[in-house]
């Protein structure tokens, strides 16, 4: 399931890179000159996570109407009547059921820590409002409306909440050392260094022995 996932992330980062560059280049030209300008102190680990979210939001649009675009349409309002036709464990139970679940993780993480809410019914309904709209786009693109993509949706943005709330938790009680932001913005560095190192892997400025 990891292997598939990881794949698919690869087949999208690989279509979209020159858009996801300029809009980097672009984003982060403005986020230094407003900082510049207005002579505020900047978050570094908060501005990765912003433009991070962003990102991820582009990939996961683009991930849900470009793929599987040969597959007959329909329309499915009965629900659990799909996801019970894929076999536990099976390939297309991880990738139609588990993987649905898995790409709105981070969405419901996002909406919490963008909305600061400590209801849940903020990213339950985002991510209902946002995956009904998808599945509607789909219908319309070639594809098919199926309500159990819906639900699973759903229940991904949930997962990504409750993931939100027990993270600060754990972080409202850790040490004190932990809590600063001197050391989240360290661990933003090593990821943006792995990334950048990703990226230039992939397209073959850096080569592997």
């Known amino acids: 399931m990891i292997i598939v996932i990881l794949k698919t992330i ?104 963008y909305i600061k809410s400590k209801n849940i019914f903020p990213a339950l309904i985002i991510s209902g409002i946002v995956s009904a709209t998808v599945e509607f786009v789909q219908l319309n693109i070639g594809r098919s409306f199926d309500i159990d993509d819906i639900i699973l949706n759903i229940l991904g943005g949930i997962i990504g909440y409750l993931l939100y709330i027990a993270f600060q938790a754990i972080k409202n009680h850790l040490p004190r050392f932990f809590q600063r932001d001197g050391l989240y913005n360290f661990i933003c560095l090593v990821l943006i260094a792995l990334i950048i190192w990703y990226i230039l892997t992939s397209l073959g400025v850096i080569r592997l022995a």
């Open 10 to 113: 690869k087949m999208t980062l690989n279509d979209n890179w020159p858009v996801i560059m300029i809009f980097l280049v672009t984003m982060i030209s403005l986020r230094f000159f407003y900082y510049h300008t207005h002579r505020d102190k900047m978050c570094l680990y908060k501005e990765f996570f912003s433009i991070l979210a962003i990102i991820y939001i582009f990939l996961l649009f683009q991930l849900l109407t470009n793929v599987e675009l040969n597959h007959t349409s329909g329309f499915n309002i009965v629900p659990f009547a799909e996801i019970m036709r894929y076999d536990f464990g099976s390939r297309l139970f991880y990738y139609n059921v588990i993987g649905n679940i898995v790409v709105f993780i981070p969405f419901g993480y996002f909406i919490a820590d």
